[in-house]
């Protein structure tokens, strides 16, 4: 199946029922939310039909060429299907097909809304790049497609940086103007970045950076109000950089873009272990980072040092703590505080850049000043706490200055 998420697809499934036999494999390679592929599958093997739930990635090109597939459902299904899945994937430049059985049920579509989710932040992330680049830099579209031409053969190699320079050359045929330019600044959206941020909420998992770049796309649409807030709001008056200054901008913004470029996957692939251990899927995080190299919208050559880093350890908790990413982060931090710092000074909006910089420096932080909130939850609402210094759980009454264990 490739229908329309929801109830097209339920109809779909229904139509097809009277046709299925016992042991027939029914794929769903939609942009199916996980606990509707959780609900078909288990619907499903009532009447003895294995379900797999597909995530698709790759676009136009990947119809074409071969996409990253990410199936989740009964394994010996899978085991039936894999030949003809692994024909149809994209190749790695190692010739390895970008498709590996993910898990049980709703596995596969999770990890497919977790890569959406990534391909947010990915995107919001070069978008604020290259407004600083613009408005800071004063560089010229022209400039700034060269700019992210030359971040294209380095460590920032990917698919969405490459097609980034195309677009800055290309211009639009009635007006001459770089289409960039004549395109609307408001962002659609299909929904599977809100779904990645709202499960993240749903399993107490942060994921600020993602959630913020669905929030961009948000306040991106309000385009009327935007216009009228920006005549009666003081614009900030950027200083002209000399030359030496530009090349030390854009130097910074391409490691500050990489830096936050790893809390992204960072927050994602910690989103992923936990639904991991909620749902019961035993997920492979290196052979989840191996399927994302070649075909998909997020493919990247950085993905491999994701590989490595589970490979090195399969129980690893969080990729800052990998030596390659503990690494890179110490060496970058500086270049990401002087973007964030220099876009704040000239009001340019950089929601995931500092969302990236704020996640590190509490990942970081071995004591935070969740102290006094968890004392106000207990000030106003008797929400009790814990002691540093001794284990139990504790109600202070605040007017007697009092201490009770609970």
């Given at each position: 199946?490739?229908?329309?998420?929801g109830?097209?697809?339920?109809?779909?499934?229904?139509?097809l029922?009277?046709?299925?036999?016992?042991?027939?494999?029914?794929?769903?390679?939609?942009?199916?939310?996980?606990?509707?592929?959780?609900?078909r599958?288990?619907?499903?093997?009532?009447?003895?039909?294995?379900?797999?739930?597909?995530?698709?990635?790759?676009?136009?090109?990947?119809?074409?060429?071969?996409?990253?597939?990410?199936?989740?459902?009964?394994?010996?299904?899978?085991d039936?299907?894999?030949?003809?899945?692994?024909e149809?994937?994209?190749?790695?430049?190692?010739?390895?097909?970008?498709?590996?059985?993910?898990?049980?049920?709703?596995?596969?579509h999770?990890?497919?809304?977790?890569?959406?989710?990534?391909?947010?932040?990915?995107?919001?992330?070069?978008?604020?790049?290259?407004?600083?680049?613009?408005?800071?830099?004063?560089?010229?579209?022209?400039?700034?497609?060269?700019?992210?031409?030359?971040?294209?053969?380095?460590?920032?190699?990917?698919?969405?940086?490459?097609?980034?320079?195309?677009i800055?050359?290309?211009?639009?045929?009635?007006?001459?103007?770089?289409?960039?330019?004549?395109?609307?600044?408001?962002?659609?959206?299909?929904g599977?970045?809100?779904?990645?941020?709202?499960?993240?909420?749903?399993?107490?998992?942060?994921?600020p950076?993602?959630?913020?770049?669905?929030?961009?796309?948000?306040?991106?649409?309000l385009?009327?109000?935007?216009?009228?807030?920006?005549?009666?709001?003081?614009?900030?008056?950027?200083?002209?950089?000399?030359?030496?200054?530009?090349?030390a901008?854009?130097?910074?913004?391409?490691?500050?873009?990489?830096?936050?470029?790893?809390?992204?996957?960072?927050?994602?692939?910690?989103?992923?272990?936990?639904?991991?251990?909620?749902?019961?899927?035993?997920?492979?995080?290196?052979?989840?980072?191996?399927?994302?190299?070649?075909?998909?919208?997020?493919?990247?050559?950085?993905?491999?040092?994701?590989?490595d880093?589970?490979?090195?350890?399969p129980?690893?908790?969080?990729?800052?703590?990998d030596?390659?990413?503990?690494?890179?982060?110490?060496?970058y931090?500086?270049?990401?505080?002087?973007?964030?710092?220099?876009?704040?000074?000239?009001?340019?909006?950089?929601?995931?850049?500092?969302?990236?910089?704020?996640?590190?420096?509490?990942?970081?932080?071995?004591?935070?000043p969740?102290?006094?909130?968890?004392?106000?939850?207990?000030?106003?609402?008797?929400?009790?706490?814990?002691r540093?210094?001794?284990?139990?759980?504790?109600?202070?009454?605040w007017?007697?200055?009092?201490?009770?264990?609970?």
């Open positions: 199946l490739m229908v329309k998420a109830e097209a697809t339920d109809k779909t499934i229904q139509s029922l009277p046709h299925l036999d016992k042991g027939d494999i029914l794929i769903d390679g939609g942009n199916t939310f996980f606990q509707d592929t959780i609900r599958n288990e619907m499903l093997a009532n009447s003895g039909i294995n379900f797999i739930g597909t995530g698709v990635s790759g676009g136009e090109e990947g119809a074409l060429k071969g996409p990253a597939i990410m199936p989740g459902g009964q394994k010996d299904a899978y039936l299907v894999a030949p003809i899945l692994e149809i994937a994209a190749k790695a430049d190692d010739g390895a097909p970008c498709v590996t059985y993910v898990g049980p049920n709703g596995a596969g999770y990890v497919k809304m977790v890569h959406n989710g990534i391909e947010y932040g990915d995107m919001q992330l070069i978008a604020e790049s290259y407004d600083i680049l613009r408005r800071v830099g004063g560089l010229t579209v022209e400039e700034t497609a060269e700019v992210f031409k030359s971040w294209n053969t380095g460590e920032l190699d990917s698919y969405l940086i490459e097609i980034t320079a195309d800055l050359t290309k211009k639009d045929p009635e007006t001459g103007k770089p289409m960039v330019e004549v395109i609307l600044d408001t962002a659609g959206n299909k599977t970045g809100k779904w990645t941020s709202q499960s993240a909420l749903d399993l107490g998992v942060p994921l950076l993602i959630t913020e770049s669905v929030f961009a796309r948000y306040i991106s649409t385009k009327e109000e935007r216009e009228v807030a920006s005549k009666e709001l003081s614009p900030i008056k950027v200083p002209e950089l000399s030359n030496t200054e530009k090349q901008l854009i130097e910074s913004v391409r490691k500050g873009l990489y830096f936050s470029k790893i809390m992204s996957y960072a927050q994602g692939f910690a989103q992923m272990r936990v639904a991991s251990e909620e749902f019961d899927w035993n997920l492979n995080y290196g052979e989840i980072a191996k399927i994302f190299r070649a075909g998909c919208i997020i493919r990247a050559q950085f993905l491999q040092k994701i590989t880093a589970f490979e090195r350890d129980e690893l908790k969080n990729l800052l703590l030596k390659y990413f503990l690494y890179v982060t110490e060496s931090q500086e270049a990401v505080r002087e973007v964030v710092v220099t876009a704040v000074q000239a009001g340019i909006p950089v929601p995931t850049f500092s969302s990236a910089l704020a996640y590190y420096d509490s990942y970081r932080s071995e004591v935070l969740a102290n006094l909130i968890q004392a106000q939850r207990d000030y106003f609402g008797a929400h009790t706490y814990n540093v210094d001794k284990p139990g759980v504790f109600h202070f009454e007017a007697q200055e009092r201490e009770f264990e609970q």
